[in-house]
């Protein structure tokens, strides 16, 4: 039972293209959404994260688009640097009051070339 | 990485030894947690800990105990190690804030020959 899908699994983008990645969840008591960056060994990095109520949030580069009717968001990283290459996770918070907090996607791995 | 180290890095064992795995943090936050890491199914909870002695389990439980004698540190056991136990296990604590974030540690790699 996956409670968090992720797409896709593997990504390669050009030097200054724009990086989608897509999240759907089923649990409508999720109540926060982030996403984590993880470079080759080490351990995931808060990235950027959104709540519900927002239907998009920008840092820098990096945009997280959120669609609640359709319980799905999305990471866009404009102007993709190779830098940016990395392992890229969505998670989302179970609701106040439980211990458990976080459910993850499977994961996608992101090159962009030079 | 929010002051959490975790102890060996790395670790290769044989089936049917014990291994124990050490989180340690210094800044006295209450919740902790272990995750494994594996391809193709991103980060899942082992088990955690919302304070000394306090622990509870997650969704891949199976095979492993923790221990929480001391709030700085969580220690993930497996009691027979086993080929499908190898994975990269990572620690997590919680900040207490408005949106509870989890922050990570730098992981232990764990190979079952």
């Known amino acids: 039972q996956q409670q968090v899908k992720q797409s896709p699994q593997s990504l390669i983008v050009q030097k200054g293209g724009i990086s989608i990645i897509n999240c759907a969840y089923e649990n409508t008591a999720f109540d926060y959404f982030p996403w984590y960056q993880q470079f080759p060994g080490k351990g995931p990095a808060l990235l950027i994260a959104i709540r519900p109520d927002v239907s998009e949030k920008k840092e820098g580069r990096f945009t997280i688009s959120f669609n609640k009717s359709a319980k799905q968001f999305s990471l866009h990283i404009m102007d993709s640097q190779p830098g940016d290459s990395a392992t890229y996770f969505c998670a989302a918070k179970e609701p106040p009051g439980s211990a458990r907090q976080l459910t993850f996607g499977s994961g996608t791995q992101l090159t962009v070339l030079p | 990485d929010a002051g959490i180290t975790q102890s060996p890095r790395h670790k290769v064992t044989e089936t049917g030894t014990p291994v124990t795995l050490r989180c340690h943090q210094t800044e006295n936050h209450r919740y902790m947690y272990w995750y494994r890491q594996d391809p193709g199914h991103g980060l899942r909870l082992i088990h955690y800990?919302?304070?000394?002695?306090?622990?509870d389990k997650g969704e891949v439980s199976d095979g492993y105990s923790v221990s929480r004698s001391k709030t700085e540190d969580f220690l993930l056991t497996l009691e027979s190690a086993t080929s499908s136990q190898t994975s990269v296990y990572f620690c997590?604590?919680?900040?207490?804030?408005?949106?509870?974030?989890?922050?990570f540690g730098p992981g232990t790699r764990l190979t079952v020959l």
């Open positions: 997590a604590i919680k900040i207490q804030s408005s949106y509870n974030e989890q922050f």
């Open positions: 800990s919302y304070g000394v002695k306090d622990t």
